[in-house]
């Protein structure tokens, strides 16, 4: 621990180093870049309400602006929020639509594992034997079965998800992971 002169007398901080990771790190495709998010009903009306008294919001601070905005919605009746709501329910379809698109072209899942296949299979075994278990719980007691199981039964498991694999491998193969 430094005594108190020893804090005082120091005046430049070592210099940080950071590893360069992009030649290593294969490039994801930045999802923010590919479809924007949903516009929740509120949102819709604080653009227009930012809109609408621009001038009287020139000088208000964030929370002020906020506090007008939260009284404001506060006081609409129903039928003042329709509007709102519908451009929400097409903007939802538009998300929709933009999610699902974006998602098949996403690369091919690969087949479950050996142990993901084997606590598939036990689940319900386990949930019904103990039911106010957690996920973490169930987690742990698939995997003291696994561990229980006997090689001969592992191997099944093994069998099938090689199988898998080889047609994932001869469908897919570098088209997957590139």
Do not use: C
């Not at 870049?33 to 609408?52: E, H, N, P, R, W």
């Not at 996403?106 to 949930?127: G, Q």
Request: charged share 25%; aromatic share 12%.
């Amino acid at each position: 621990m430094l005594s108190a002169f020893q804090r005082l007398t120091v005046t430049q901080s070592a210099p940080v180093l950071r590893a360069s990771f992009s030649s290593t790190v294969p490039a994801f495709k930045d999802v923010a870049a590919t479809y924007k998010g949903l516009t929740t009903v509120y949102s819709f009306f604080i653009s227009d309400f930012y809109k609408q008294n621009e001038l009287e919001f020139k000088n208000k601070t964030f929370a002020e602006k906020n506090e007008l905005v939260s009284k404001a919605w506060k006081n609409l009746t129903p039928s003042e929020k329709l509007p709102y709501e519908k451009k929400h329910s097409a903007d939802k379809q538009r998300y929709f639509n933009e999610k699902s698109a974006y998602e098949a072209t996403l690369p091919p899942k690969r087949p479950k594992s050996t142990f993901l296949a084997f606590a598939a299979d036990i689940r319900d075994s386990i949930v019904k034997a103990n039911p106010t278990a957690t996920q973490q719980e169930i987690a742990v007691l698939s995997g003291k079965e696994w561990n229980a199981l006997a090689e001969s039964k592992k191997q099944a498991y093994k069998d099938v998800y090689n199988k898998e694999l080889a047609e994932w491998n001869s469908k897919y193969g570098k088209q997957a992971t590139a």
